[in-house]
């Protein structure tokens, strides 16, 4: 790890300020930010402490939950407000390991970065490190990588739990930058790699992610989490699926599903939600749903069972909904 400055920041505005060079990250947690350092993975000049800002609370209204960017997972997870959305809560314990929960902050979750291996050694060639350097995982060891949204220049899969339960929420991510305050919806939020995968937000520079709003579910609506990984604990998602579905007579009548695991992004398939609005949920529609989210899928050498098991996954958790 290379030398670096450190400042520890009194205030939101402050810490824009701070992090206005462009070698410049935020710490809160650390849990992600300090391996990459430590791998030679990142360098930043200048780390700016934002954990112990007035951004760690969890507000509810009628009209939904705003989770404060510096709480910390397993608070999040605790709190009676989350516990009420089960898919949020459960993503939120399906995350790292109770340990990782009790330091992580929401804002460094959302941020987290791909845990590519490629990515993660930093004597490989990675475009989403150095970009033009190339993607050895295109023809190479690809079992965790992308069969959704990825292009020449990168398919690496985004590894955030949270941030596919938030995007089947319509989840809006509020940030403090230098000219003010601007809400993005969770759904612009990540971006498609591209011929840029070093760009992976719609973040600027500097830019501080100061909270999370998740509007309150509708009455009727049923909500859960699914993640299916190599072991039980402390593992990232090999598919996961987030569904938010309302009933009525019998009848899709609203859903939206996101998909971890399988995408560059928390990946939203406005497709399988269609096959199973105004139709009877049975076993059958789930698995057009399914059929419907992996039509475009480019599979690779080791990744293509993803493509069935993502389809499995979809089946077995719209199959609980009651």
């Given at each position: 790890?290379?030398?670096?400055?450190?400042?520890?920041?009194?205030?939101?505005?402050?810490?824009?300020?701070?992090?206005?060079?462009?070698?410049?990250?935020?710490?809160?947690?650390?849990?992600?930010?300090?391996?990459?350092?430590?791998?030679?993975?990142?360098?930043?000049?200048?780390?700016?402490?934002?954990?112990?800002?007035?951004?760690?609370?969890?507000?509810?209204?009628?009209?939904?939950?705003?989770?404060?960017?510096?709480?910390?997972?397993?608070d999040?997870?605790?709190?009676?407000?989350?516990?009420?959305?089960?898919?949020?809560?459960?993503a939120?314990?399906?995350?790292?390991?109770?340990?990782?929960?009790?330091?992580?902050s929401?804002?460094?979750?959302?941020?987290q970065?791909?845990?590519?291996?490629?990515?993660?050694?930093?004597?490989?060639?990675?475009?989403?490190?150095?970009?033009?350097?190339?993607?050895?995982a295109?023809?190479?060891?690809?079992?965790w990588?992308?069969?959704?949204?990825?292009?020449?220049?990168?398919?690496?899969?985004?590894?955030?739990?949270?941030?596919?339960?938030?995007?089947?929420?319509?989840?809006?991510?509020?940030?403090?930058?230098?000219?003010?305050?601007?809400?993005?919806?969770?759904?612009?939020?990540?971006?498609?790699?591209?011929?840029?995968?070093?760009?992976?937000?719609?973040?600027?520079?500097?830019?501080?992610?100061?909270?999370?709003?998740?509007?309150?579910?509708?009455?009727?609506?049923?909500?859960?989490?699914?993640?299916?990984?190599?072991?039980?604990?402390?593992?990232?998602?090999?598919?996961?699926v987030?569904?938010?579905?309302?009933?009525?007579?019998?009848?899709?009548?609203?859903?939206?599903?996101?998909f971890?695991?399988?995408g560059?992004?928390?990946?939203?398939?406005?497709?399988?939600?269609?096959?199973?609005?105004?139709?009877?949920?049975?076993?059958?529609?789930?698995?057009?749903a399914?059929?419907?989210?992996?039509?475009?899928?480019?599979?690779?050498?080791?990744?293509?069972?993803?493509?069935?098991?993502?389809?499995?996954?979809?089946?077995?958790?719209?199959?609980g909904?009651?």
């Open positions: 790890m290379r030398d670096f400055a450190y400042a520890r920041a009194a205030g939101p505005q402050e810490a824009v300020q701070l992090a206005a060079p462009p070698h410049a990250r935020y710490v809160a947690g650390g849990t992600d930010l300090l391996n990459l350092m430590k791998d030679g993975v990142q360098e930043p000049d200048l780390l700016v402490d934002v954990g112990a800002l007035d951004l760690a609370g969890v507000q509810s209204s009628p009209e939904g939950v705003r989770i404060g960017a510096t709480a910390r997972m397993s999040v997870a605790a709190d009676p407000a989350v516990t009420a959305i089960p898919v949020l809560a459960e939120l314990l399906a995350g790292a390991s109770p340990q990782v929960r009790n330091m992580a929401i804002g460094g979750n959302l941020l970065r791909t845990r590519c291996w490629y990515f993660r050694d930093a004597t490989a060639p990675c475009n989403k490190r150095a970009p033009g350097s190339g993607c050895p295109l023809d190479g060891v690809n079992r990588h992308a069969v959704l949204g990825g292009s020449e220049h990168c398919i690496a899969v985004h590894p955030s739990d949270l941030a596919v339960a938030l995007t089947a929420l319509d989840a809006t991510v509020n940030t403090l930058r230098g000219d003010g305050e601007r809400s993005i919806p969770v759904g612009e939020f990540y971006l498609l790699p591209g011929s840029t995968p070093d760009r992976e937000t719609a973040l600027h520079p500097g830019e501080l992610i100061t909270s999370v709003d998740v509007p309150t579910p509708g009455r009727g609506t049923w909500s859960r989490y699914l993640k299916l990984r190599d072991r039980a604990t402390f593992e990232f998602a090999v598919v996961s987030a569904a938010v579905v309302r009933l009525a007579g019998g009848v899709v009548r609203e859903a939206r599903l996101a971890g695991g399988i560059t992004r928390p990946w939203r398939s406005p497709e399988a939600e269609a096959a199973l609005v105004g139709r009877p949920l049975t076993a059958a529609t789930a698995q057009a399914g059929r419907a989210l992996v039509r475009d899928a480019v599979p690779r050498r080791h990744n293509a069972f993803k493509v069935d098991l993502v389809q499995r996954a979809l089946t077995q958790l719209l199959g909904v009651r």
